[in-house]
């Protein structure tokens, strides 16, 4: 079935669905018996607020919507011109093509091309697979050009540990095994200061042990990840009863933004939590933090796997 948001995918096993739609290689939807551990949205509808999509060649806020690499400057189309940035990559609106497709398992892929800002060809191949224990989404980006590229990539799940409405997100218990916070500017969202997450406002952005959110304000990114013997950090969000989802991390992932979906007055407002796995933080393009340059041939692959907590 094709729809607004591109041709439809299912892939059950079990109790569990997974819902995917071509147009961004968007993840729409993922559930285990019945219960939503992401926020979905309708395969007829147009994707809201980046949900499930894929983000590159670079993740979050780009500023000015410019950069330089290797001396020469490059002009981004301004796509949050309220705030004078471009923002979550070229991708969003590419329709990727199916490679392989089963019960069970997908893989899509789609070519960034050259284009204003762009002038480099990366391939992205993204593969989702379903089991009993879990969602795994991966991405493999290979860069096609003669020349050597910059590149950043993220996801945007927006992760549920209940029933999504204003303020839900309140209630729900963060497990974030973070060390350090990027604090950025109230009204562009861009980099200001990395600090550890113990030594700013009383511990405000602590939660590496596990508590409520409350009343505290998310739209920030965090490294400094505690990794388990594999490279992998997870980020758990849970409720009262401990039942909820977790996002785990492979190591290519060095950063994860978290997002209260704080829209005052909307239906949405505080309504799930955006957890993004990003390889590079706000505006990498220009500080060139952990930014990866492919060189021609070359591949960087990342995954992050979504498993449902408790009963």
């Not at 330089?68 to 981004?76: C, I, K, P, T």
């Not at 020349?147 to 997100?169: I, R």
């Not at 218990?173 to 200001?192: G, I, K």
């Amino acid at each position: 079935m094709r729809t607004i948001s591109g041709q439809q995918y299912v892939l059950k096993v079990g109790d569990s669905e997974a819902h995917i739609a071509s147009i961004g290689a968007t993840l729409r939807g993922y559930s285990c018996h019945g219960v939503d551990l992401l926020m979905p949205f309708d395969a007829a509808e147009e994707r809201p607020a980046m949900r499930g999509a894929l983000l590159a060649p670079w993740p979050n806020r780009t500023a000015n919507a410019e950069y330089r690499f290797r001396g020469s400057a490059y002009a981004l189309p301004m796509n949050e011109p309220e705030r004078g940035n471009a923002s979550h990559g070229l991708v969003s609106d590419l329709d990727f093509t199916p490679i392989s497709e089963g019960a069970q398992e997908l893989t899509l892929t789609a070519m960034v091309g050259p284009q204003p800002g762009y002038p480099w060809s990366i391939r992205l191949d993204v593969r989702f697979v379903l089991r009993e224990e879990g969602l795994t989404q991966s991405v493999t980006a290979t860069n096609e050009s003669m020349e050597s590229a910059p590149f950043g990539m993220g996801g945007h799940p927006y992760l549920l540990a209940g029933n999504p409405g204003p303020t839900a997100v309140d209630g729900w218990t963060l497990e974030l095994p973070a060390n350090e916070v990027l604090l950025v500017d109230p009204v562009r969202y861009l980099p200001q200061k990395l600090v550890y997450v113990d030594e700013y406002e009383r511990g405000c952005f602590d939660f590496r042990t596990p508590r409520k959110i409350g009343q505290t304000v998310l739209n920030n990114a965090f490294t400094g990840l505690a990794r388990d013997g594999t490279g992998r950090a997870t980020v758990r969000l849970f409720n009262g009863q401990r039942t909820g989802v977790e996002l785990e991390l492979s190591a290519e992932c060095k950063w994860v933004q978290l997002y209260t979906t704080d829209v005052p007055g909307s239906p949405v407002h505080r309504h799930a939590l955006a957890v993004e796995p990003m390889t590079c933080p706000p505006d990498a393009l220009n500080s060139g933090r952990d930014l990866r340059v492919l060189a021609p041939g070359e591949s960087v692959h990342v995954e992050w796997v979504l498993r449902r907590l408790g009963g």
